[in-house]
């Protein structure tokens, strides 16, 4: 499906970007990273984890911002995440499946309990992060630099 039918199934609205706003977004992906990080021995497992799972979740919006598009509607977490391998590519799919599963029990150890979430969960979304992070930049960088300061 291409990107501009995910964009009508989904209601997207085109909204132009900034530099600033994308640039902010990555500030805000990397503070949440390093905030995750440096409470490792301080913070829960379920709270590192959440605060893992808005890292990428920004990382997943620099991708749709980049493209003019804005997720606006109920669901909004979902349908950002399901974007990405309609801009990434199609072997990206995996990424969005496993940062819907963190989306699922994010919103469970946000809404509904404690103690959902595991070490290795929380090990396996930082080295996601990480390197997402890493992907997200370097795509900017090729595909959008005129958004990068």
Not at 8 to 28: A, W
Not at 63 to 72: I, K
Not at 97 to 125: F, H, P, T
Request: proline share 2%.
């Amino acid at each position: 499906m291409s990107l501009e039918k995910f964009s009508k199934d989904n209601n997207l609205k085109q909204q132009e970007t900034s530099s600033d706003e994308i640039n902010n977004l990555f500030n805000i992906a990397k503070r949440d990273l390093n905030d995750a990080i440096a409470g490792k021995d301080t913070l829960s497992e379920d709270w590192q984890f959440g605060i893992l799972y808005n890292s990428a979740l920004k990382l997943c919006t620099i991708l749709l911002r980049a493209q003019g598009l804005r997720a606006s509607s109920i669901g909004h977490h979902r349908i950002t995440v399901e974007a990405v391998p309609h801009i990434l590519g199609p072997d990206k799919n995996r990424y969005a499946k496993y940062l819907d599963s963190c989306r699922v029990k994010r919103n469970k150890v946000e809404y509904d309990m404690v103690g959902l979430v595991s070490d290795g969960d929380v090990e396996e979304l930082l080295e996601f992060t990480q390197n997402f992070l890493k992907e997200v930049s370097e795509w900017a960088k090729l595909k959008r630099p005129d958004l990068i300061k």
